[in-house]
């Protein structure tokens, strides 16, 4: 198993950047596909990016492609979120996810951190 922590949000205005880290805990973080979603007031959780087991590949919510760029260090065992050109559209709460190999479902959440983006 692994235990996720999310860090980094916070208030920004509209144009600015922020970077999320997502720790995990446990010697297996390397093994699991990492991924980042949010969940805006009222609304359902929705995708953000994805990062495959060794960093190599990545994929992005169309709506975040060219603004957010996903990293991870497994040395580390920390997963980035590099946000620029924030919208207000962009404030939600931030959640960290890993999924196994071989797993069909996101398996494993972090707490959440907030991104508000004022206009």
């Known amino acids: 198993q692994v235990q996720l922590v999310e860090s980094g949000g916070g208030l920004v205005q509209t144009g600015g950047s922020l970077r999320l880290s997502c720790a995990g805990s446990?010697?297996?973080?390397?093994?699991?596909?990492m991924g980042w979603f949010r969940q805006a007031p009222g609304k359902e959780r929705e995708f953000v990016a994805q990062?495959?087991?060794?960093?190599?590949?990545?994929s992005y919510a169309d709506s975040m492609k060219g603004r957010f760029t996903i990293s991870r260090d497994n040395a580390k065992n920390t997963m980035y979120l590099q946000m620029n050109s924030l919208k207000p559209e962009d404030t939600a709460v931030y959640y960290c996810?890993?999924?196994?190999?071989?797993?069909?479902?996101?398996?494993?959440w972090g707490q959440g951190t907030q991104v508000t983006v004022s206009s």
């Open positions: 446990g010697r297996t973080f390397s093994m699991y596909r």
């Open positions: 996810a890993a999924r196994a190999l071989f797993s069909d479902t996101w398996g494993f």
């Open positions: 990062i495959s087991s060794t960093g190599g590949i990545t």
